[in-house]
């Protein structure tokens, strides 16, 4: 369930760069040929190009290591020195109620019209959809009723110091508030990310933010500032939109198809599908989106909620796993929980990596008494592809296009 790892740090070339694995004494280790915590806490960011057989592939500026890709790779090999002790990997499950996977649509109003956000609200009633709308305050002064308001900015604009990222998102907040909007969430212009943004947002009282040149396509987590967590949690999104996939030159059916396939791989790998885009594209592919929301509604246990609503279950779930402990003592797990929500339930995968899922109450449960289904594992059928993004061609027509755009806007063409 993992492609290709970005990097671009110091490591140890052995065994083609892969895990080592061996025994050690009386023991088994796996060693990673690179710093773990150097890699979660890296801030770096760069232009990256997505996979899509087009006549350029669809880019943007993004964290520079995809550390969902090694959270999968961490978890794997915790899995795999658990099934080398004879024990089953248990943990509590990312989405409440047995759900395999959970949706979000992210809507940043950046200068939109009245008549594109009218759009996104039919789109929303027509589907029977939920959006979380991050509001351009300097730009929209009428909310309408019943909505998931977060913040986006006042200015449209991250800065890097703190004081002025302060003031733009406590701007932001006054005026919200003037409407009787309260917001928790926050997601910066442009998903960029800094320290100073980081903090601005702790002082201001954000809950959760969502900025993909952090990290993207990934579980949420507190991002590691000053040697400390933050108070601050991320919710990473996918970060190509339409715009995007136009940029690449892709048409209407192309787009559907791209989001189609990342879609099906999500939900596979039971990762998150957290997409976003801008009112003003959402009008004008109109048709694309609702294929999208009636494809995603089309597909079994998929959680279809809100950024904010998510932000609750993650809160309610960090909870829970404070609140309970578990243990194996001769194949029977013995589950202490002080949980009375009946949303969380807990993944087991045994030795030979067959699997199920147990709601988390209290009591001694015999493993061997549990039903198990096989994992079905998302296929990587495009490896390839994937060493492609890594090419000199692509970096050479990345280059290429994005000076080329620079030369048609200084020309105003």
Request: aromatic share 16%; charged share 20%; glycine share 4%.
């Amino acid at each position: 369930n993992i492609t290709i790892i970005d990097l671009d740090i110091n490591g140890y070339r052995a065994n083609g760069m892969m895990p080592i694995q061996k025994s050690f004494g009386k023991g088994f280790i796996i060693a990673l040929p690179f710093d773990v915590n150097q890699t979660i806490t890296d801030i770096r960011n760069e232009r990256k190009p997505f996979y899509y057989p087009s006549r350029k592939f669809p880019n943007e500026i993004v964290s520079k290591i995809n550390k969902g890709e090694v959270r999968k790779l961490i978890v794997n090999c915790l899995r795999k020195l658990f099934a080398k002790m004879s024990l089953p990997y248990v943990h509590l499950w990312y989405y409440p109620n047995g759900y395999q996977t959970a949706f979000a649509f992210r809507i940043d109003i950046d200068f939109d019209s009245e008549k594109a956000l009218n759009a996104v609200y039919d789109l929303e009633k027509k589907t029977n959809s939920r959006f979380t709308y991050f509001a351009n305050t300097k730009t929209q002064t009428d909310f309408a009723n019943q909505k998931d308001y977060q913040l986006h900015c006042y200015h449209h604009k991250v800065f890097k110091d703190y004081q002025q990222n302060f003031d733009n998102i406590h701007t932001a907040q006054q005026l919200l508030g003037k409407n009787n909007i309260k917001p928790i969430g926050f997601a910066a212009p442009f998903g960029s990310w800094n320290k100073n943004l980081q903090k601005a947002m702790e002082d201001c009282h954000i809950h959760y933010s969502s900025e993909f040149s952090l990290d993207y396509d990934d579980l949420p987590f507190y991002p590691i500032i000053d040697n400390r967590r933050s108070t601050v949690l991320q919710i990473p999104i996918h970060p190509i939109c339409v715009g995007r996939l136009v940029h690449a030159g892709l048409t209407a059916e192309q787009i559907f198809n791209y989001y189609q396939k990342y879609i099906v791989k999500q939900r596979q790998s039971r990762e998150p599908i957290f997409l976003y885009d801008h009112p003003w594209r959402i009008s004008q592919f109109s048709n694309v989106f609702q294929q999208v929301l009636a494809f995603i509604k089309n597909q079994p246990e998929i959680w279809q909620t809100t950024l904010t609503e998510f932000y609750f279950w993650w809160q309610k779930r960090l909870q829970i796993l404070d609140e309970c402990q578990w243990h194996i003592d001769k194949n029977q797990l013995v589950v202490q929980t002080q949980n009375y929500v009946n949303q969380a339930v807990l993944h087991i995968i045994n030795t030979v990596g067959q699997e199920t899922f147990l709601p988390l109450h209290t009591g001694i449960y015999n493993l061997n008494d549990l039903k198990y289904q096989p994992i079905c594992f998302n296929k990587i059928t495009e490896l390839n592809c994937y060493l492609k993004l890594k090419s000199k061609s692509t970096k050479f027509k990345l280059y290429f296009y994005l000076t080329l755009d620079k030369i048609l806007k200084l020309l105003k063409i």
